[in-house]
């Protein structure tokens, strides 16, 4: 497939991507080069080959929940250095 200058013209205002002059030509080959390659998979009969949603077949392994002894809130409390009514007090990070 043949790329002109109005077609790169337009692929750049789509893309929001400014494309220099001197860059034109180098790009056109390359975009020539990469949809020819698309042309020639299009041809490949692919009939027997299976579809596939994703390339690996593994699945996550989950763990079952399991109820857990409950947190000593007042124990962790007494480990603090300040607090205020159940709360942790910590420095002021943001002005």
Do not use: W
């Not at 699945?59 to 250095?81: A, C, G, N, P």
Request: charged letters at 35%; glycine letters at 2%; aromatic letters at 2%.
């Amino acid at each position: 497939m043949k790329i002109n200058k109005q077609d790169l013209k337009n692929i750049s205002l789509l893309s929001k991507i400014k494309i220099d002059d001197d860059n034109s030509a180098s790009l056109i080959t390359d975009l020539e080069s990469i949809l020819n390659m698309v042309k020639k998979m299009e041809k490949i009969d692919t009939s027997s080959v299976e579809e596939l949603s994703h390339p690996i077949t593994t699945t996550q392994t989950l763990r079952e929940d399991e109820l857990k002894d409950e947190i000593d809130r007042e124990k962790l409390q007494k480990l603090s250095k300040e607090k205020n009514s159940g709360f942790y007090i910590t420095p002021k990070v943001i002005e």
